[in-house]
Structure formats: structure tokens, C-alpha cells
């Protein structure tokens, strides 16, 4: 796949999250990856940041915490998203997974395979990705002709 970077303009707000500050989108950026990593460009500040779209909302989550104007400030800036960096290859332990269950990962299209992969690459421990491997090898049909 070729890499190639996505530039977007956007404007939100700042709003307190959780566990930090959140910069909400006045818009939902539609066909974008959820939880995918990218910078946000204010001013002359790089701001990595983690996509977080929602259902009607999209939030951009700081990576690393930086001087940012006030709670309910506006802002503006260019979104760089690093298209075409993440992996579509399926993994050894899904394939071999999905093929003892008689599942068939061609059923899934590129933006299910991307989501899929990236739900698997963020597991945080072993036995999390074990557990988000069957979680998505159960969630595809049997191979046809075959049964569980």
C-alpha cells in the first residue's frame, strides 16, 4: 500500500475528559479509523493525538499532554493523518484461529480487516490479544460447506 499522508483542517473545542483534556470536533470527520494516531498542527505546535470518533461526535484525544488554551476555548488547526502506515496483513495466530474455527476472513471488507487489525495491534498483553482474536474470529460466518 502507498503511504501517504491526509491533511485536514479543523476547529473544536477544548472540554475536559476523564482523564484529561479532549478537543472536540465541530464536526464528525466521517471515514476515518477510530483510535487512529495522528497530529494535530496549532499554530506552530505538533500535537500527537489519538482519533476517538463516536457516534455523532468526533474527539481527538492528546497523546501527550501540552500547553493548549483554556477549558471551552475554540481553536483551529490541521489534522495530519498518516494514511497507508498501518499494516493489512492478517496475523498468524488470527488466520490460524480463524481457520480451526472454519471462519473466513474474506468476508470481511478492507474497512472491517483495517478495524479488525487495529483492535488486535493495540492488545496490551497476551492474554488480551488471545481474547480479541476470538472475539473476532466469532463474530465472522462458518466457511461455507463446512461446520463448527
Do not use: C
Amino acid at each position: 500500500m502507498t503511504i501517504s499522508a491526509m491533511n485536514i483542517p479543523v476547529t473544536g473545542m477544548l472540554s475536559q475528559g476523564p482523564n484529561g483534556p479532549l478537543l472536540v470536533l465541530s464536526r464528525r470527520l466521517d471515514g476515518h479509523d477510530t483510535f487512529l494516531k495522528g497530529s494535530l498542527e496549532v499554530g506552530e505546535a505538533q500535537i500527537p493525538v489519538r482519533i476517538l470518533t463516536l457516534d455523532d461526535v468526533t474527539v481527538l484525544r492528546l497523546t501527550n499532554h501540552a500547553n493548549f488554551p483554556a477549558l471551552g476555548t475554540s481553536w483551529q488547526g490541521t489534522l495530519h493523518l498518516p494514511h497507508g502506515l498501518r499494516p493489512r496483513t492478517v496475523p498468524p495466530d488470527l488466520r490460524q484461529t480463524a481457520e480451526r474455527e472454519n471462519r473466513s476472513l474474506d468476508v470481511l471488507d478492507e474497512a472491517e480487516l483495517r478495524y479488525a487489525l487495529t483492535f488486535l495491534s493495540e492488545s496490551t498483553t497476551a492474554a488480551v490479544r488471545q481474547a480479541r482474536v476470538e472475539a473476532i474470529v466469532s463474530a465472522m460466518p462458518t466457511t461455507a460447506g463446512r461446520t463448527q
